[in-house]
């Protein structure tokens, strides 16, 4: 084997990414471990990906034992790990039908081609705006950063695809004024990840869910990173009692591996006829396999009763560390899927305090230059809480010390 090491990325890989110095190897639960035998807690869960934490039993169990069957068919056959999850998803949900993709911004790409397609089919052509919202974060192909709300990453890649509005996300009277009858949907995260973990207000949801009625036009709700268990929920929309047309779902799905599932009410999901859309990929049995025995995992009360629990602790924590160093504007978010936002005079600093995180032996996240993220597997324990906090507390001391 040859030996590589974190210089091989610059030297190897499009830079389109600046991976931190360490180079883990093996995982198990919310611990990582690097060549050199050095131990991690991980709170970055993968970016809200390894919602079971690192090579958990039954989801090796499941890749296994699916490893041995049958991997891949290509959709001009079903199988069942993909009828069995679509059913897991399809009971247990608002929706009533699924389509699986690879990866959140596929999945997301299929709910916006729906909703225009829905639209054209039923309304004309002329119904095709998608109103979305600032600093909200959809997937990077072409069609999903346009629709995301972040303008550095659309930038250089025009032109764009047309016919999308960005509004202030939590403001109800802009939202009000800018719908009309040539809006096909309104999408959002029900609390805003990458863009800072921002939660949605319930009178907010509440609105888009009346507009979205009132002009026939489709609500999306993007839970790629809010789904799966992260908010306490099996999905976010469940905090609010609302229900979305359609559900976007990726990220903690597959449990690392990689999966997209789109979850659609039938009267939406009807515009998506034979041949309108597809993947070769999509709905993979070994993915869906996988998949299914996170679900199980995830759907448990004792997990998302666990996951409300644990955000408490990680609350008591971060507001004890905030006391002491004066650090956080606002410890944020729901369940497992936390922010604190930095002081003014920490503004634009978030990855400093990412890196003398990792300096302890703790992995953390960022969402934007000025919040810290932490997105642990949804059963972390409160000793590895109890231990990460303290490791992220000697972070903040270092960084406040300067
Ligand atoms: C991560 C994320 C995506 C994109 O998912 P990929 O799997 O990276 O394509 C889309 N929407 C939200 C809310 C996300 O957090």
């Not at 303008?151 to 009000?176: C, R």
Request: charged fraction near 20%; glycine fraction near 10%.
């Amino acid at each position: 084997m040859t030996s590589v090491t974190r210089e091989t990325f610059d030297d190897v890989m499009v830079p389109n990414y600046s991976p931190l110095s360490v180079i883990p190897i093996k995982g198990e639960g919310c611990k990582l471990w690097d060549k050199e035998g050095n131990e991690y807690i991980d709170f970055a869960g993968g970016i809200a990906v390894n919602a079971l934490g690192h090579c958990h039993p039954a989801l090796v169990g499941a890749l296994k034992e699916q490893g041995e069957k049958l991997w891949h068919l290509s959709n001009v056959f079903t199988n069942e790990p993909a009828l069995e999850l679509a059913k897991k998803l399809v009971d247990n949900t608002f929706a009533d039908k699924v389509f699986f993709a690879n990866s959140g911004g596929e999945a997301n790409e299929a709910a916006f081609k729906l909703a225009r397609k829905y639209a054209s089919e039923n309304f004309g052509p002329e119904k095709h705006e998608i109103i979305s919202f600032k600093q909200s974060f959809h997937g990077r192909t072409l069609f999903t950063v346009s629709v995301g709300g972040q303008p550095k990453y659309t930038q250089g890649f025009e032109p764009l695809p047309g016919g999308i509005t960005h509004l202030e996300y939590n403001n109800i009277e802009m939202l009000e004024a800018s719908v009309s009858d040539k809006t096909c949907a309104i999408v959002l995260e029900p609390v805003q990840g990458e863009g800072g973990i921002i939660p949605a207000s319930k009178a907010f949801v509440e609105k888009v869910r009346e507009l979205c009625d009132k002009y026939n036009a489709v609500m999306i709700f993007d839970e790629i990173q809010t789904g799966m268990g992260r908010t306490g929920e099996l999905f976010a929309y469940m905090l609010h009692g609302i229900e979305p047309d359609v559900l976007t779902s990726a990220k903690a799905l597959g449990g690392g591996f990689p999966i997209g599932a789109m979850l659609a009410k039938e009267k939406f999901a009807a515009a998506l006829k034979v041949g309108t859309h597809g993947s070769t990929y999509g709905g993979n049995a070994l993915g869906c396999a996988v998949a299914s025995a996170a679900f199980d995992i995830i759907n448990d009360p004792a997990t998302l009763e666990g996951v409300k629990e644990k955000h408490n602790l990680f609350n008591t924590k971060l507001q004890m560390i905030n006391e002491q160093y004066n650090v956080f504007e606002e410890v944020r978010g729901e369940g497992l899927l936390i922010g604190a936002a930095l002081k003014e005079e920490y503004l634009g600093r978030a990855r400093e305090f990412m890196v003398a995180a990792l300096e302890q032996n703790l992995m953390i996240l960022m969402a934007g230059p000025n919040v810290i993220r932490l997105a642990p597997s949804l059963l972390v324990s409160e000793a590895e809480i109890e231990q990460g906090m303290r490791a992220f507390e000697k972070a903040v001391a270092k960084v406040v010390a300067g």
